[in-house]
């Protein structure tokens, strides 16, 4: 395959087409758009009327009477509340559960040695004691 020059001036023009699509502004760059003219001058407007006047109402559409409410029917038959059955009888009691036998009871270990209590040392004696101090009245 060999590229020759009208089969990329067909691919370019084609890409040149779809950009300048995308970016019109730009089409004047390579004279695809001739520039756009100075803007010409601005024609003033012209003043608004006044506003016409509102036309009469239209005539008022009774409304219509309401009709008189209809009476409430008979109350229907009462169901009766079906029976209550009997109570079923209490079933026998099942067999009484033995209580396991209670083991011996371990023996006692033999006793430690008897250690001995430090002597106890001298009473200080006590001395003389004083007069009483007086009570302070109440």
Request: proline share 25%; glycine share 14%.
């Given at each position: 395959?060999?590229?020759?020059?009208?089969?990329?001036?067909?691919?370019?023009?084609?890409?040149?087409?779809?950009?300048?699509?995308?970016?019109?502004?730009?089409?004047?760059i390579?004279?695809?758009?001739?520039?756009?003219?100075?803007?010409?001058?601005?024609?003033?407007?012209?003043?608004?009327?006044?506003?016409?006047?509102?036309?009469?109402?239209?005539?008022?559409?009774?409304?219509?009477?309401?009709?008189?409410?209809?009476?409430?029917g008979?109350?229907g038959?009462?169901?009766?509340?079906?029976?209550?059955?009997?109570?079923?009888?209490?079933?026998?009691?099942?067999?009484?559960?033995?209580?396991?036998?209670?083991?011996?009871?371990?023996?006692?270990?033999?006793l430690?040695?008897?250690?001995?209590?430090?002597?106890?040392?001298?009473?200080?004696?006590?001395?003389p004691?004083?007069?009483?101090?007086?009570?302070?009245?109440?």
């Amino acid at each position: 395959f060999r590229c020759n020059y009208r089969g990329c001036l067909i691919v370019f023009n084609v890409l040149k087409a779809a950009w300048l699509r995308h970016f019109p502004c730009c089409a004047y760059i390579d004279g695809a758009v001739a520039p756009v003219g100075p803007v010409g001058p601005i024609i003033p407007v012209a003043p608004v009327g006044p506003v016409a006047p509102v036309g009469p109402l239209g005539p008022v559409i009774p409304v219509a009477p309401v009709g008189p409410v209809a009476p409430v029917g008979p109350l229907g038959p009462v169901i009766p509340v079906a029976p209550v059955g009997p109570v079923a009888p209490v079933g026998p009691l099942g067999p009484v559960v033995p209580v396991a036998p209670v083991g011996p009871v371990a023996p006692v270990g033999p006793l430690g040695p008897v250690v001995p209590v430090a002597p106890v040392g001298p009473v200080t004696p006590v001395g003389p004691i004083g007069p009483a101090a007086p009570v302070a009245a109440a």
